[in-house]
């Protein structure tokens, strides 16, 4: 969809992805009378959306509450998932023809298996509510100026009563999350956190990492995260629990869907004690002690025949390799520590990763601008009036399975419909300045 930009108009969303459509088609249908324009410079719009999920877009989670995030104190999270839960947005989405399914996993993915089929729906919505979507038109920059703001575009210069920066964060750039969301921001007076970095994401492993000769294992884990002082990481002061799920061994290092979670924190840890580490039980409620006792009480066995059926044979023959024992030896002949250090690769295997796949391959961003700098119940500004803030430029990020897209959904219904109210009272006060009458017109 695409148009001429339009000179002047009462609200102007600048980021046209799922945080952006959304605070437009909201800010439509609460003042339909309201000029609504919504701008985006991605080469593709919805590129984001298009490859959520691999492709088939996980709208939400059937549950969903702050614990899921990372970022911004969780009552202030809290406060803005409960103006727009998943019912809303299973409603929503019904309404414009998309039927969500909800899998194993509590995701909720579109019948079609299409991601598609959302990008659509929130195109047509946004179509349907008279919003004007102008793509590609990337803004190069915004200024508060009097009662509004100037925006400098790529097809020229506009004016709008209310701004919706829903311009997303830094991961996958070639999306158009590019950090200019941050820039703008910082312009009209917000801070950014120290850190922004990449969420969701692959972690990469050394070269020579025995792990990386397993690429395309992937196995249901248990992972921790510590620091060098053995210490567990920490998240609004209370200990990180574990995180479970799926790892993949990859080429480069590690992914699935429990690194991808703990990445977040790992790479904060990181900042702060460069040897944070993460340890992997790749057999989840076994220690090394109980696996070692287990392997002492087999007779006349090789080490391979003994752990047979615990983990794929594949990936038990490089763990003997990586401890340096013979997997056909019986396990009466391995020595002491060699039969432990087995164990321990097995049951607390400590990695030290060398880094991550960036940005270019993080599905969220970590940081970005701080929630108690926006007002929870309107999405504005505390800042710069009618300035309003949505999705994932703000320092939220949700764990993998829709979470990321239901702070979407939340936060630009709330900045829609707040910016709507907001525009619609100064048009209201720009019309009556307006048809006042002139000091020398009441005289006569």
Known sequence: MSGAASACTDIVVVGAGAAGLFAATWAARTCPDLHVTALDG????????????????????????ERDYCGAPPAAIRAVLRRFPVDETIRFFAQCGVELKREETGKLFPVTDKARTVLDALL????????????????????????????????????????????????????????????MARALGHTTTRLIEPALVPLTLPDGHWLRQLSGVSLPASITLALASGARVH???????????????????????????????????????????????????????????????????????????????RFLRAACVEAQIDSAAGVQQIPRDRRQLL?????????????TRGFTAAETTAGGIPLHEIDGATM????????????????????????????AWASGYIAGCAAADRASSLRAAALASESAPRPHEASE
């Open 124 to 183: 047509g919505a946004a179509a349907t509510a008279g919003v004007h979507v102008v793509h590609p038109c990337r803004v190069e920059s915004i200024r508060a100026c009097g009662d509004g703001f100037d925006l400098a575009t790529e097809r020229g210069p506009m004016r709008g009563r209310c701004v919706i920066l829903g311009t997303g964060g830094m991961s996958l750039p070639r999306s158009g999350s590019d950090g200019a969301g941050f820039v």
């Open 343 to 355: 164990t321990r690769l097995l049951c607390a295997c400590d990695i030290m990763p060398s880094g």
């Open 235 to 313: 998240v609004h002061g209370k200990p990180l629990k574990p995180i479970e799920g799926a790892v993949l061994c990859t080429h480069f290092g590690l992914s699935g869907p429990a690194i991808l979670d703990a990445s977040r924190h790992w790479i904060h840890a990181h900042a702060a004690d460069a040897a944070a580490r993460v340890i992997i039980q790749w057999l989840p409620g076994l220690s090394p002690q109980a696996l070692d006792q287990r392997l002492l009480e087999v007779k006349g066995r090789s080490v391979l025949a003994a752990l047979h059926g615990l983990l794929p044979e």
């Open 42 to 65: 991605a080469k593709t719009l919805g590129a984001k959306i298009l490859v959520a999920g691999g492709g088939r877009c996980n709208v939400t989670h059937h549950a969903v509450d």
């Open 380 to 407: 504005m500004s505390r800042r710069t009036d009618n300035l309003f803030v949505c999705g994932e430029v703000l320092d939220v990020d949700g764990r993998i399975g829709g979470f990321s897209f239901q702070w």
